[in-house]
């Protein structure tokens, strides 16, 4: 069974930041791309960031320079750095791991932490 473990959600004012975390199994973080995709109410879930087993990110066209994923080999843990934020990143984030394209396995989400940007 592989578990997701995510934490750092909560409030913040708009303009504030704050960091995600996400800790995978040391089984499948090496052969897995991490992300993050988000979920606000009454919309569809979206791509927010995406890392690569070899380190290589995507974002979102919504992102623009705000956020950063980055992957601690070490700990098996992805964050997500947001700055900068917006209303309208209210969401619940979602840690997601996928196999990389040269391995074999399963697709694995969080249970999402909940991101709420309000004055």
């Known amino acids: 069974q592989v578990r997701l473990v995510e934490s750092g959600g909560g409030l913040v004012q708009p303009g504030g930041s704050l960091r995600l975390a996400c800790a995978a199994p040391?089984?499948?973080?090496?052969?897995?791309?991490m992300g993050w995709h988000r979920q606000a109410p009454g919309k569809q879930r979206e791509l927010v960031a995406e890392?690569?087993?070899?380190?290589?990110?995507r974002y979102g066209d919504f992102v623009k320079g705000r956020f950063t994923i980055s992957r601690d080999d070490a700990t098996n843990t992805v964050y997500l750095e947001m700055n900068h934020l917006k209303l309208e990143d209210t969401a619940v984030y979602y840690c997601?791991?996928?196999?990389?394209?040269?391995?074999?396995?399963?697709?694995?989400w969080g249970n999402g932490s909940l991101v709420t940007v309000s004055s």
């Open positions: 997601l791991a996928e196999p990389s394209a040269w391995y074999d396995g399963a697709t694995y």
């Open positions: 040391l089984s499948i973080f090496s052969v897995y791309d």
């Open positions: 890392i690569s087993a070899a380190g290589t990110t």
